[in-house]
């Protein structure tokens, strides 16, 4: 049998039934790179659905999980078969540890050639995925693609959100449907995703209640599965009205908004090390309760981080029964959607006091010196004045609760983590669970395509840009007016600091590139760009990029000033 097709296509087939139910989930863009399979499917079967051509698959998995987390809704990639199913893993993965409801999509041999690891291109893409996906299951009978299109998104919408995966035999992929078969239905409405419900939840709040009314110092420790519960606005106002501090994981930054008086900020296990500061023992050390409402451990806030000082209690409100009890056994656990229990605790509450929060001015002071920092250094820029730079510009360019900073991986993102404006839920973009080296471009197109009309900053390192660069030219071909910020000290400087931690000293040969000329390379993909070389030059680059209307790209050479204390917080 051929692996072509020769015949057009009349009729309705499985690749239009498949567009038809993603459209009737709410997807609206499909991100990827299409092989053979296009005999297929030319992706323009479905009006309203459009198909994003990436340079890498990888691009497309992070692209699609951004969108999807930043709408509330499921999003789509696509790759081909065998290394392109491969090489969109890794962007699967991402959805996976960063709890993003994506559907991704992969083509395979045709049904009657599937022999995995004999046939040309053919591995065994449902054993690949499994591992990474909530929901992985190959098409069998093309009448069978909107049950299995639902069970993936069904899969995906439950927490801990996450991805589904289709494998797509590509004769049945282009095979006639009967004409009695399912047609799409009415549209699937996405209001928040399933929780787990301990049925006894409820008689656990007075319980809280009665440890919030003996707390002296309590804290809310916030993770993201608070916004995906759309429990941020009930979050405030408790908050608000008990005074009770709030921290949060990388990316649930935003939950209170940047200068408010009872945002504590984000925590990471490196920020004693950049501040050279206490900032962990000043943060939680007086802490008597710890309420921590949506936290997830993938977000790498670990409980080794808050348990000092005095002695806490702790309480876990999650939507997910405890995956992890051996790292945290808290006193109370309640299993149950995050905005019905702080709508409930809000109730059981609304007789107390408003407490008095510790004080962490130390914490505060050193932060504003550090990002005030006026000295011009000789071998580059300091990340924290690149980060000062870019809020004072975003700050400038967005408005009150708007604008997204987006991060690549690597040492200057526990920066960002610290010091970046966000003052909107995900107002603040990384990969806190899987962290692969390249997010931050195919990140930043995500957040710019879910909020057209609000500013996206990345940050990036020169490691882990140019690892997945190619894609400048995807930004430039959508006309996406991303402002791209390249700290490049031609260094994997994350793994810098780790040889220094565990050896004292550095090993260039693993960690050290040779000088790419990244304006020269974003011109060369369409982007217009420059350098800076300090604050002055930076700030009018960074204005001329908010202004511009499409993709600009700014190299700041920068280099950092290692310390090997401060790091123990990184202890597993």
């Known amino acids: 049998m051929s692996r072509v097709s020769t015949t057009p296509t009349t009729g309705r087939t ?142 995906a919408m439950t927490e801990p959100v996450g991805p589904g995966f289709i494998s797509l035999p590509v004769d049945l992929l282009g095979a006639p449907l009967p004409e009695d078969a399912p047609h799409p239905g009415a549209p699937v409405r996405h209001a928040r995703p399933a929780a787990t419900v301990d049925a006894h939840w409820q008689a656990l709040v007075p319980e809280v209640a009665e440890l919030l009314a003996h707390a002296e110092h309590p804290v809310l420790v916030v993770g993201a599965s608070a916004i995906r519960a759309g429990a941020v606005a009930g979050l405030r106002a408790l908050a608000e009205r008990l005074r009770v501090p709030v921290i949060t994981t990388y990316i649930a930054k935003g939950v209170l908004p940047h200068a408010h008086p009872l945002n504590y900020g984000a925590v990471t296990g490196y920020m004693d090390g950049i501040l050279d500061y206490p900032a962990l023992d000043e943060l939680f050390g007086p802490a008597d309760l710890v309420l921590t409402v949506g936290y997830d451990y993938a977000e790498d806030l670990r409980p080794s981080m808050w348990t000092r000082g005095a002695a806490k209690t702790e309480v876990r409100v999650a939507p997910t029964t405890n995956p992890v009890p051996r790292v945290y056994r808290p006193a109370v656990d309640v299993v149950t959607d995050v905005a019905d229990f702080v709508t409930a605790l809000d109730a059981a509450t609304a007789h107390l006091a408003p407490k008095t929060p510790h004080d962490i001015g130390g914490l505060r002071a050193r932060i504003a010196e550090l990002l005030a920092d006026p000295r011009e250094y000789e071998d580059g820029m300091r990340v924290h004045q690149v980060v000062d730079s870019v809020n004072t510009v975003l700050e400038q360019a967005a408005g009150p609760g708007r604008g997204t900073v987006v991060s690549d991986i690597g040492f200057f993102r526990h920066y960002g983590v610290l010091f970046a404006r966000a003052d909107q839920p995900y107002g603040f973009l990384t990969s806190a669970g899987c962290s692969s080296f390249g997010y931050g471009l195919p990140a930043a197109m995500g957040a710019q395509l879910a909020r057209p009309g609000e500013p996206t900053f990345l940050i990036a390192g020169d490691g882990g840009f140019h690892s997945n660069s190619a894609d400048l030219e995807t930004v430039a071909r959508l006309g996406l007016p991303l402002v791209m910020v390249v700290v490049n000290n031609d260094t994997n400087g994350l793994i810098e600091l780790y040889q220094n931690l565990g050896h004292q000293r550095s090993h260039d040969p693993a960690i050290r590139f040779t000088g790419v000329d990244f304006v020269a390379l974003a011109e060369a993909n369409g982007v217009e760009a420059t350098r800076a070389d300090n604050r002055e030059d930076l700030l009018a680059a960074l204005h001329k990029g908010a202004q511009l209307g499409r993709p600009f790209l700014i190299e700041v050479p920068i280099a950092y000033d290692f310390r090997t204390g401060g790091f123990g917080a990184l202890s597993i």
Do not use: W
């Open 14 to 155: 499985t690749a239009v039934a498949l567009l038809e139910r993603l459209h009737a989930h709410g997807v609206r863009h499909v991100f990827g790179v299409v092989g053979r399979e296009a005999a297929s499917i030319l992706f323009d079967e479905v009006e309203g659905l459009d198909f994003v051509l990436t340079r890498h698959e990888f691009t497309a998995g992070v692209a699609a999980d951004v969108l999807a987390r930043l709408t509330g809704r499921p999003q789509a990639c696509f790759a081909t078969l065998g290394p392109g199913m491969t090489n969109l893993s890794t962007g699967v993965a991402t959805s996976f540890l960063d709890r993003s409801p994506v559907l991704a999509l992969a083509a395979q041999s045709e049904s009657y050639d599937i022999f995995p690891g004999d046939t040309h291109q053919c591995v065994d893409s449902v054993a690949v995925m499994a591992p990474l996906t909530k929901y992985a299951r190959q098409l069998e009978r093309p009448t069978d693609i909107t049950d299995l299109v639902d069970s993936a998104v069904t899969a």
